[in-house]
């Protein structure tokens, strides 16, 4: 069964860091390209990094470059987003997104795998 997991979202003040994880199982990971993005209420899902398949390229947010750094372990299945500097616009549900042999599309129409997400509240 094709399953993505995320871990790590928890409420923490601004400035502060997380690190988020997405433990995939069912694929063959090293094929995926893997994506973060998040969802405020009210507003829409938006792109905020991906890391290509192979260790491929990086892509981020304007919103984020800078302050999040992605990341992936093949050998454990395993993405990885690091937030600091956090702020309260960062306030979202943030779901870990797999895309086939991908090229790191900021469209997540894109994206075939989905997570559940995990909950990042930032206060001030």
């Known amino acids: 069964q094709v399953q993505l997991v995320e871990s790590g979202g928890g409420l923490v003040q601004a400035g502060g860091s997380l690190k988020l994880s997405c433990g995939a199982s069912g694929v063959t990971f090293d094929k995926y390209t893997m994506a973060w993005f998040r969802q405020a209420p009210g507003k829409e899902r938006e792109f905020v990094a991906s890391?290509?398949?192979?260790?491929?390229?990086?892509y981020y947010a304007d919103s984020v470059k800078g302050r999040f750094t992605v990341s992936r372990d093949d050998a454990k299945n395993q993405v990885y987003l690091q937030l600091s500097s956090l702020e309260p616009e960062d306030t979202a549900a943030y779901y870990c997104a797999a895309e086939r042999w991908g090229g790191g599309s900021y469209r997540f129409l894109d994206y075939d795998l989905w997570g559940r997400g995990t909950q990042v509240t930032v206060t001030s």
């Open positions: 890391i290509g398949w192979g260790s491929g390229p990086t």
